[in-house]
């Protein structure tokens, strides 16, 4: 669908007023209508109040659309597809499966800044498993073209990834639903982070601070670059069980970034 084509309504003041004492609606209801009501309502006010919907719904999740001469990416007035492939350029060779269904997807590429930072919304259509369509929102951070990894890991002799430090060259560090991959300054050897608990986890065949973390599951485990050699200036990655240390599903970083970004784009499996 394009955007540009959509005739919306007025979102004045009084209007987003409403809209966000609506969207807080519900706090002591049941989780189940509480999310069915606001996934409606937020699906509404993208459908009735085209980009500037999209910059409200982006704005109650402390971002602010902003279009001045100190955005890094040149996409003002550009068709959101056309957006998409200007930004992701020849990364789309790497990522293809991401890159394609993120360009079928779009209806807004917006810039925006959460405090001191740029970041760059991109917002798709998705149908969510009840049948109802809504959306899904991906965030990638500034370009930065001197990506550098925390003290710590650099103490422990690592470098950025090449691999690594293409992505930042678009987006140094980018959110796809619930997947982050992390900014550069935010990887940490698991060294760091099983500090204190490596004595009673079970004794791993492999050197904690050889594993650099990028992509975290959010119950413990993680997705790294393994480092068999200093030598080595793209590793691949690995899937680290945090039960266990063990090592398993081996991948390349940009085909683990492309599956794990592109599948959170597609509808929800339904019900």
Known sequence: MNNNTILTKELDELTRARLK??????????T????????????????QYGRRGAEFILEQQGLRARTDAGCPWPVAGMAPADAVELVFGELAAVLPRFVAVLQERVRWVIPARRDDA???????????????????LVLGGAPNASPSLSPRAQYMGWSVPDSLRRLCLVHDGICSGAESILSARRM???GEIMA????????????????LEFHPDGVGNCQAFFRRSSRDTDPSTVFWDHESNELSREASFFEYVDRTLSLPLHDEARS
């Open 21 to 30: 004492r609506e969207l807080s609606w519900g706090a002591s209801k049941p």
């Open 32 to 47: 189940a209508d509480r999310y069915q009501r606001t996934t409606d309502l937020q699906r509404a006010i993208l459908d």
């Open 118 to 136: 740029w970041m760059l919304a991109y917002l798709t259509d998705r149908v969510l498993h009840d049948g109802r369509p809504h959306f899904q």
């Open 188 to 190: 940490a050897d698991l």
């Open 196 to 211: 204190g608990i490596e004595e009673e986890a079970p004794r791993p065949s492999h050197a904690c601070k050889d594993l």
